[in-house]
């Protein structure tokens, strides 16, 4: 069965360079944390990977990832743009923030035709959560009720933490195997042995073995058509105090209709450590991380994905 894998990428910065965080070298022989997320999607199963961008990184985006990452599987492009909007709509004078993920994901209408996983250009998933994400979207016709129905690769808060500064994630409440609710918390970061979060302006222990999401779904493309009902409505909706900034995310897209009983999510556990470069620091551990799972076999000495052989 043809799945795809959808990299959300369009918020990749405006230059390519350095201190570009998405293209940060992490790997032993040069290796962005892109090159793992695509090595591990083709090795679970996924046969395409569809980048959204944004149109006037296009040529740069395919000299320096996309050219290379098409040697080894097929490769789509769409593209995420501020101007992008549903007939009727035009931009607010004088806003310059993207729409948000829920945007991106509804950038790829027509191009993505099979179950897909979608996830972020600069966060590293592990093995696990592909493998269980792609097993999941093979059988959709066999776990799927009536309505919508996708997952969610589950990882361990303890798990998704930096060792330099506070994060914030999203706090999954889960019942049966199923998602029932997301909580946005900041301020969580390790203490004395433990996790602690900000919660009601106060400073509390967090339970480090939460699920969290990381913006890694599994979806069809009923989902998508989902979104463009749901995107006009935000539009819609939006006022003169917020119409600079208010997004359209995916988190919020998917509590709001888990709370209308219009989709079921089912929650997949994730043993690996996530990895980002949330802080500068960051990277330093990400590196050390890598060399480690290379020098172990998880990985081979040069990913298919890296430069030509």
């Known amino acids: 069965m043809d799945t795809t894998l959808v990299v959300m990428a369009a918020g990749i910065g405006s230059r390519f360079g350095g201190g570009i965080k998405q293209l940060e070298q ?96 600069d966060d590293y998933y592990g093995k696990e959560a592909f493998l269980k994400v792609h097993e999941y979207l093979v059988n959709l016709g066999q776990v799927q009720d009536e309505g919508l129905s996708g997952c969610m690769a589950g990882f361990t808060l303890k798990n998704t933490l930096s060792e330099n500064g506070a994060v914030t994630r999203g706090i999954c409440r889960v019942e049966h195997g199923l998602l029932v609710d997301i909580e946005e918390t900041g301020g969580i970061e390790k203490k004395d042995g433990g996790v602690v979060c900000e919660k009601d302006g106060q400073t509390v222990k967090a339970d480090k073995s939460a699920y969290v999401s990381m913006n890694m779904w599994g979806l069809t493309p009923a989902f998508i058509n989902e979104l463009e009902i749901r995107f006009i409505d935000f539009l819609k909706n939006l006022t003169s105090e917020n119409e600079q900034k208010k997004e359209f995310l995916l988190p919020i897209i998917i509590q709001d209709m888990l709370k209308e009983n219009a989709i079921k999510i089912h929650v997949l556990e994730s043993h690996d450590k996530w990895f980002g470069v949330t802080y500068k620091e960051d990277k330093e551990l990400v590196v050390r991380e890598l060399d480690r799972l290379h020098a172990a076999g998880e990985y081979p000495a040069k990913l298919s994905t890296c430069a030509a052989e």
């Open 26 to 121: 992490v790997g032993p022989n040069g290796e962005i944390i892109m090159d793992y997320a695509i090595h591990d999607a083709k090795e679970a199963g996924f046969n395409k990977v569809v980048f959204i961008i944004r149109k006037d990184l296009e040529a740069d985006f395919r000299r320096i990832i996309g050219d290379r990452i098409e040697k080894v599987i097929e490769v789509a492009y769409v593209f995420q743009e501020l101007e992008n909007l549903p007939q009727g709509f035009g931009v607010p004078e004088g806003r310059r923030k993207p729409w948000g993920t829920g945007q991106a994901v509804l950038s790829c209408k027509g191009i993505v035709d099979t179950p897909f996983a979608v996830i972020n250009a």
